[in-house]
């Protein structure tokens, strides 16, 4: 049986589910480089290991039509992704073991993470595809690569210590916010608009593979935005 969908060719679901891992892999990196902990392989594999978890766990919910329904707020957010935005945002951000790490790791380096935003480029290859709509696509895609690509000039500023670095960080990270959560409000009231008048709308961020872009993404990137401002304006 083909668990892909066949909305779109089986070459981007494949590239889809390569690249995907890779922000998982940045981030495990960076929390051995810089953890403080006795073990810090020990940390890294077990941000691996929950990660697997959970992708697994909305895999499984994809194959079995756990976000097939139409609904407000859209299944896929009430089973993934606000789940996972809270268990970051109420307890991992208040780990101390985090606040250690947060603090010793450089802010050019939790700037510089930013680069896998360039997986955004999927919903420009989806609206391709016919599968999104235009609109969205373009400003969701075309506002993750922008953010991906700024990041690494927005980094190189802050370790030459470009006399507005600071300012820099601030305008870019708070770009970086808003669009994701743009993202997640676009795809809110497409939803809403699908369900009043048959309109188009995301139904392919709820089948599997992508699935996995508003499971992770939103509460992973808004996660590392807030890390990125705490780490500003708590001078460490």
């Known amino acids: 049986m083909n668990i892909f969908t066949d909305l779109v060719p089986f070459w981007v679901s494949v590239t889809f589910l390569l690249v995907i891992p890779i922000p998982i892999f940045l981030i495990a990196r960076?929390?051995?480089?810089?953890?403080?902990?006795?073990?810090?392989?020990?940390?890294?594999?077990?941000?691996?290991?929950?990660?697997?978890?959970?992708?697994?766990?909305v895999i499984f919910g994809a194959l079995q039509g756990w976000f097939d329904e139409l609904s407000l707020p859209p299944m896929i957010l009430q089973r993934s992704t606000l789940p996972m935005l809270l268990f970051l945002l109420l307890i991992v951000f208040n780990l101390p073991a985090f606040q250690r790490t947060l603090t010793n790791t450089p802010l050019d380096a939790l700037v510089q993470l930013h680069i896998f935003r360039l997986i955004g480029s999927f919903f420009i290859i989806l609206t391709f595809y016919e599968t999104l709509p235009r609109t969205f696509a373009l400003i969701a895609g075309c506002g993750d690569v922008i953010t991906a690509v700024s990041s690494l000039w927005v980094a190189?500023?802050?370790?030459?210590?470009?006399?507005?670095?600071?300012?820099?960080?601030?305008?870019w990270n708070t770009f970086g916010l808003l669009d994701i959560l743009l993202t997640a409000t676009m795809a809110f009231v497409l939803t809403k608009i699908q369900i009043e008048t048959g309109a188009p709308g995301v139904d392919i961020l709820a089948i599997f593979p992508f699935c996995l872009i508003p499971a992770f993404a939103p509460p992973t990137i808004i996660f590392l935005h807030l890390s990125v401002y705490r780490k500003l304006f708590s001078g460490n």
């Open 156 to 171: 190189n500023c802050i370790r030459k210590g470009n006399r507005h670095w600071k300012q820099m960080t601030i305008i």
């Open 30 to 57: 960076i929390a051995r480089q810089y953890s403080t902990a006795n073990n810090p392989k020990r940390i890294s594999t077990g941000i691996l290991l929950f990660y697997l978890a959970y992708f697994s766990y």
